[in-house]
């Protein structure tokens, strides 16, 4: 965020008038994005964003319905586990006939299935999420979304390339054309 806005004022202090231009992170490109287009995903425009807190208290209570104290450790792996699932590109129900041969990981998986549930009865998304919705919206070639963002893109710059992951590339060159211009730094 303060890369973004520093990013954000230079523009500005260049050339005035950034009308048009969007300015930010990946994330809240994609909050920003999902707020017109939620409805592809059976959302409301008014989803909430939670943050690690939100997620935490959210597994602590699959746990406790569990029987398990809201102290386990696991809490924190299971939801790294999550997220390192989400960060490869994977929602539950990429995963929900995954068999693993650990018992942990089977409950992992089980719980992964009751925070996305969560989630959807709460309509939440949490940062992983605004990334892989945005690529599901955006992948679905029979809503037209794809294609009224791409010819919009003329120019994309990222900042801190080598910083994003296999997820954050799926979605810039999912709003790419072959005429558009690409810049890294």
């Known amino acids: 965020n303060k890369a973004a806005k520093e990013i954000k004022e230079r523009v500005i202090s260049l050339i005035g008038d950034v009308r048009g231009i969007f300015l930010g992170t990946i994330h809240s490109w994609c909050a920003r994005f999902l707020s017109f287009e939620a409805r592809y995903i059976d959302y409301p425009d008014t ?16 746990f406790a319905n569990k029987g398990l104290p809201k102290s386990d450790p696991n809490i924190k792996g ?9 960060t490869n590109g994977y929602q539950y129900e990429d995963l929900k006939n995954e068999k693993y041969h650990s018992a942990l990981m089977m409950d992992y998986l089980d719980y992964f ?3 996305t549930e969560i989630l959807r009865e709460r309509k939440s998304l949490d940062f992983d999420d605004l ?9 679905d070639e029979s809503n037209g979304v794809r294609e009224r963002y791409s010819r919009y893109m003329e120019h994309i710059l990222v900042d801190e390339f080598q910083d994003i992951n296999d997820v954050q590339f799926r979605l810039i060159t999912l709003l790419m054309t072959k005429d558009t211009s690409l810049y890294v730094v």
């Open 131 to 139: 990334l892989l919705k945005s690529i599901e919206i955006l992948a």
């Open 113 to 115: 299935r009751q925070y």
């Open 78 to 86: 299971c939801l790294e586990w999550i997220g390192n699932k989400k």
């Open 47 to 62: 989803f909430t964003i939670i943050d690690e807190e939100d997620q935490l208290n959210i597994m602590k209570g699959i």
